[in-house]
């Protein structure tokens, strides 16, 4: 289904062809003054030019044909040369049965027939989450669901820092404390022999501990590179070890994810493309591209248009060993090769540009990937405190994200024990989901390019742009409906439009397609939080001025219900696509 503006430009784009015009200069969008009308065109300004006439006497033209379409209640011109449209009440009823009749809701398949992999989350193992990793993964799976909305293959990747010196670190650490173990015997024989099971909060203590050692015992370091080497040559105990500890922290960062609603399609990590890492050096080594700088195997990704110097990227450095670059180039063939994607898109801090910019040319350059393939790097900012620093603890410390989600899950609770309506059971249920959706929605309003102040009074409050807000409109829906006895399912549209508030609340449901074409476009979630907001203040307005449940009409009273169930379904599809959670009442 199409946006209805890429529908209204065809339209519009035929009346100027009609006046002699081209008809590709057409274009409408939606009124930024709708007390004026509903939709706009400036299109009048380039046929005037195109033709040397005033852009008024152009646009009055186009009028007068528009408002010969059965479809338009009024077309006007107005200074220096705009044409203000407002639609029929028969026309938006009809597309609010198109939209209700169509699988996808009337968002448009943008994507369609494309295969997509989302790289977002890249949490540590033996590591708690913390806050730093709160908007990687609530935007991350926003835009991996809202391509798969608009009809992609959408594939979300946690691609997990699982290799490297920091495993080295944490078993060597282990080793040093628990060196009875038969996982760390030479005669460890992991065909009939299993690595000891080990406590996740045991686990999240050993990686700081390692690395702080490693900074004042150089011994204590030189072991941990060994156990590192040793391990990625395929020592039996330690790899064992290494497993172990892999189920442990999965186990666990599972759990806060799940708390978030972020699942991931893949669970891979930097040791899955180890083994893509020689076919990797092959492609490179006959691009005729990778040349010896200093001992270090690197590719040159200097362009001639830059502005600010780009440094090589280096492949092996001079111990032949791999680093981040390696790691990644191995993973976008690994995934040329497991999916055939037809965009592979970063979701990770925006601090880390450089790195990106690097990696991504040097595969352009290469061949590891072909131009086909659309590489991203969707940066985003900072969650800060009210100091506009990275948000801290009171000590001053990085929050674990276990203890935010405490913290949100906690505020809510207390709103909502004032509520009549949650009580036993469904209380804590219900907190964790609206804490949840102040959170999350508080991060995605804003473009995810933007630092934003972390303010929970704020994000929980009931009123304004807040997921609390959404998640007590769509309860305000449930109620409507269950009091009349219908059901949340099926498909229903209004078939009459009797008041304002009535044909504001369709426009703003007819406008999500094109909510979901910029958020698509942009690769932004903020877009499809404008629009469910927009739906949902438009909705209590609606409430507010109709009686729904006592309008004494039949005909208008299933008509108003049928637009509030259609304002449910899209609200909720929204709230979805945001992964937020609505809840039956508050």
């Known amino acids: 289904m199409n946006t209805v503006t890429g529908d209204l430009s065809r339209a519009v784009g035929a009346a100027f062809e009609k006046c002699g015009f081209d008809p590709s200069i057409g274009t409408v969008t ?4 709708p007390e004026l009308c509903q939709f706009q065109s400036n299109g009048a300004f380039r046929a005037a030019k195109e033709k040397r006439m005033a852009p008024l006497a152009a646009a009055s033209m186009v009028a007068e044909v528009l408002n010969g379409e059965d479809f338009i209640a009024h077309a006007e011109a107005v200074k220096p040369g705009f044409i203000n449209i407002t639609l029929t009440d028969g026309f938006l009823c009809e597309r609010c049965r198109q939209i209700s009749q169509d699988p996808y809701l009337g968002v448009p398949q943008l994507g369609e027939g494309r295969t997509l992999v989302v790289d977002y989350g890249g949490p540590n193992v033996a590591k708690p989450l913390h806050v730093g990793h709160l908007r990687a993964a609530i935007i991350g799976e926003a835009v991996k669901r809202i391509a798969s909305a608009c009809g992609m293959k959408a594939i979300g990747d946690t691609h997990m820092g699982d290799w490297g010196l920091q495993m080295g670190l944490v078993i060597a650490q282990l080793n040093e404390e628990h060196p009875d173990w038969r996982c760390f015997s030479p005669d460890f024989d992991p065909e009939k022999e299993s690595a000891e099971p080990i406590d996740v909060n045991s686990l999240n203590e050993l990686y700081p501990k390692a690395s702080q050692r490693s900074k004042t015992d150089e011994a204590f370091s030189r072991k941990a590179h060994e156990v590192t080497a040793l391990l990625q040559s395929g020592h039996p105990g330690y790899t064992a070890v290494w497993k172990e500890i892999m189920r442990v922290s999965v186990e666990d960062l599972k759990r806060s994810y799940d708390r978030l609603n972020v699942h991931f399609e893949l669970w891979y990590g930097e040791s899955d493309s180890e083994k893509y890492v020689p076919r990797l050096m092959d492609i490179l080594r006959d691009s005729g591209q990778l040349v010896y700088s200093d001992g270090a195997q690197v590719v040159h990704v ?15 450095k001079s111990d032949n060993s791999n680093i981040y670059a390696t790691t990644d ?12 994607p037809d965009a592979i898109w970063y979701v990770v801090d925006k601090r880390q540009s450089l790195h990106f910019t690097q990696v991504f040319r040097c595969a352009r350059k290469t061949g590891v990937l072909p131009a086909s393939t659309e590489l991203l790097h969707l940066g985003f900012g900072t969650m800060n405190g009210r100091d506009g620093k990275p948000y801290k603890t009171r000590e001053g410390g990085v929050m674990q994200l276990s203890v935010l989600l405490d913290t949100v899950t906690g505020a809510a609770m207390e709103k909502l024990r004032e509520s009549e309506f949650v009580s036993g059971s469904s209380l804590e249920d219900y907190a964790e989901r609206v804490g949840v959706a102040a959170l999350k929605f508080g991060d995605l309003i804003n473009h995810r390019t933007k630092d934003y102040i972390f303010d929970i009074d704020k994000f929980l409050s009931f009123e304004g742009k807040t997921g609390v807000y959404l998640l007590y409109t769509v309860t305000r829906m449930n109620s409507i409906l269950k009091k009349a006895g219908t059901p949340y399912s099926g498909e229903l549209w209004p078939e009459t439009v009797t008041t304002d508030t009535e044909r504001e609340l369709i426009l703003s449901i007819i406008q999500a397609g094109e909510a979901f074409q910029h958020a698509f476009e942009d690769k932004a979630p903020n877009h499809v939080c404008e629009c469910a907001y927009r739906i949902a203040s438009a909705f209590s307005r609606f409430y507010h001025e109709n009686h729904i449940l006592t309008q004494p009409d039949p005909d208008i009273r299933r008509s108003w219900l049928a637009l509030c169930h259609l304002s449910r379904r899209v609200l909720v599809m929204l709230l979805d696509v945001l992964a937020i959670e609505t809840v039956e009442n508050m």
């Open 302 to 316: 200097q362009e001639e248009r830059d502005s600010a110097p780009i440094p090589p990227v280096i492949i092996k």
């Open 30 to 33: 939606v009124s930024d003054r």
């Open 329 to 340: 180039l191995a993973t976008i063939l690994q995934r040329r090769l497991d999916f055939s």
